[in-house]
């Protein structure tokens, strides 16, 4: 499930290797970084909001791959009667 291991982002789309979603979210999840000096107690660290902004972009991504499918499968279905 998590392939493409590379363990920096790289913010042009067409230079280099990106690593995938899957590899980001598990790298922001188990290496969150530190709490700034002056957070509130109890406040986590920064990868563990990013780790959970990214599960939910790509259960969109998903979500509206499957909606796209289905609708193409709609219109392009054999017509029956």
Do not use: H
């Amino acid at each position: 499930m998590i392939a493409g291991k590379t363990d920096s982002v790289n913010f042009n789309l067409f230079g280099e290797r990106m690593t995938t979603l899957p590899v980001y979210i598990y790298y922001s999840f188990t290496q969150p970084g530190t709490v700034p000096f002056d957070a509130p107690p109890g406040t986590d660290p920064p990868g563990i909001a990013r780790a959970w902004g990214a599960a939910l972009v790509l259960i969109v991504i998903v979500m509206a791959l499957n909606l796209i499918a289905r609708i193409i499968g709609r219109i392009f279905a054999v017509k029956k009667g």
